[in-house]
Every structure is written in structure tokens, then in C-alpha cells.
Nanobody, 114 residues
């Protein structure tokens, strides 16, 4: 059964950093494109970064240059390093595949506030 467990969120001041982790219970994890998504209150869920099987990455314009996605196929884990955080980054962050699996994890809350 596919399962995602996100962790690493918290409260951080503007300009701060966080590193999110996602442990994925997925057979053949290395064969999937993985992504981080986020959803702020009253907003739709949006993709912020994804990483291909060969390690190529892509980012939403709003986070490019500040966020870095990476993966460790040996650990079935995907990471999101977030630097220079802004209040607009406040959201619940989720990981999933592309295309997204129907069952989402609980996500991890990131709050950027002074």
C-alpha cells in the first residue's frame, strides 16, 4: 500500500530555513517522479518542486532559487531544503508522485512568521 509520511515542518522566522523529509512506502520508488506540493488556507494545492528519475529538478517560479528538492532512492525518501523562507511560504507541505497517487499523507505544517 502506498503511503507518504512527511516531517520537518515548524515555525520559522522570515529568512530562516527548514528541511522537510518524506518517507515513501512505494515499491520501485526510484522509478517514480516525486514532487513536493503545498496548500495554504483557502488556496488550492500547488506543486512547488519535482525531481525526475535521473535527478533533474524543476521548481515553481515562487520558490526557484530558494528551495532544493533531492531524493535518496536507497531510503525511499525525498527532501525539500527551504531557504530564505517568506510568510507566503506558509502552508501544509505534502509529497506525492507525478501523477499524484490518490491517497495523500498528513503533510507537515510550515509557518513563516515573525
Amino acid at each position: 500500500q502506498v503511503q507518504f509520511v512527511e516531517s520537518g515542518g515548524g515555525l520559522v522566522q522570515p529568512g530562516g530555513s527548514l528541511r522537510l523529509s518524506c518517507a515513501a512506502s512505494v515499491r520501485f520508488f526510484s522509478m517514480y517522479v516525486m514532487a513536493w506540493y503545498r496548500q495554504a488556507p483557502e488556496n488550492e494545492r500547488e506543486m512547488v518542486a519535482h525531481i525526475f528519475i535521473n535527478g533533474t529538478t524543476n521548481y515553481a517560479d515562487s520558490v526557484r532559487g530558494r528551495f532544493t528538492i533531492s531524493r535518496d532512492n536507497a531510503k525511499n525518501t525525498v527532501y525539500l531544503q527551504m531557504n530564505n523562507l517568506r510568510p507566503g511560504d506558509t502552508a501544509v507541505y505534502y509529497c506525492n508522485m507525478i501523477p499524484a497517487y490518490s491517497r495523500w499523507g498528513q503533510g507537515t505544517q510550515v509557518t513563516v512568521s515573525s
